[in-house]
T-cell receptor, first 115, second 115 residues
Framework: DAGVIQSPRHEVTEMGQEVTLRCKPISGHNSLFWYRQTMMRGLELLIYFNNNVPIDDSGMPEDRFSAKMPNASFSTLKIQPSEPRDSAVYFC?????????????FGPGTRLLVL | AQSVAQPEDQVNVAEGNPLTVKCTYSVSGNPYLFWYVQYPNRGLQFLLKYITGDNLVKGSYGFEAEFNKSQTSFHLKKPSALVSDSALYFCAVRDRGSTLGRLYFGRGTQLTVWP
């Protein structure tokens, strides 16, 4: 399996622009997670889905952030409008089942820089 | 509330010496505990987990961790460190009694192994 796939790997944009990050989870995995990593705040869970349904979005910073999972093989995280403080590495992860024992498999991340 | 503490931002050890990366946790119920490793410019990779049973858990690359319920700790250990073990290590916890399946990560500990 190719693992979790994220695109783009790097994104540089200007403040105010819309940014869309994409994730393809491992085939057969039922749970998908979006994380953000910064030096200041460490690794933060933004939102996660079980069977394509958002379960916990309490980590989404504000209304500028939105996430969707239209099917089992694709998810997007959108920031509109983007701000410099959104600069971070965004990770997508998936896990095989919805029980709580399962390991999460992380993608390589998208490094976002908002100027 | 659930939380994880990694009291050391950095751990430095000479190659061939034993290493320990510390982790303590707080959950309202019984925990599932995980260790992940992150190499530069990569996503997190699973190392090991404690679900139930033997308190000593063995994982990838010769790492092991010991679950200590009375001390609420899950320290990561390796008998003989390698330069290639240098990376950022994250401890994570889930409350097995929680209806939400999210992982809570520590801030990470940067391990440097000197040749």
């Amino acid at each position: 399996d190719a693992g979790v796939i994220q695109s783009p790997r790097h994104e540089v944009t200007e403040m105010g622009q819309e940014v869309t990050l994409r994730c393809k989870p491992i085939s057969g995995h039922n749970s998908l997670f979006w994380y953000r990593q910064t030096m200041m705040r460490g690794l933060e869970l933004l939102i996660y889905f079980n069977n394509n349904v958002p379960i916990d979005d309490s980590g989404m910073p504000e209304d500028r952030f939105s996430a969707k999972m239209p099917n089992a093989s694709f998810s997007t995280l959108k920031i509109q409008p983007s701000e410099p403080r959104d600069s971070a590495v965004y990770f997508c992860a998936s896990s095989p089942r919805t029980d709580y024992q399962e390991t999460q498999y992380f993608g390589p991340g998208t490094r976002l820089l908002v100027l | 509330a659930q939380s994880v503490a990694q009291p050391e931002d950095q751990v430095n050890v000479a190659e061939g010496n034993p290493l320990t990366v510390k982790c303590t946790y707080s959950v309202s119920g019984n925990p599932y505990l995980f260790w992940y490793v992150q190499y530069p410019n990569r996503g997190l990779q699973f190392l090991l987990k404690y679900i139930t049973g033997d308190n000593l858990v063995k994982g990838s690359y010769g790492f092991e961790a010991e679950f200590n319920k009375s001390q609420t700790s899950f320290h990561l250990k390796k008998p003989s460190a390698l330069v290639s073990d240098s990376a950022l290590y994250f401890c994570a916890v889930r409350d097995r009694g929680s209806t939400l399946g999210r992982l809570y990560f520590g801030r990470g500990t940067q391990l440097t192994v000197w040749p």
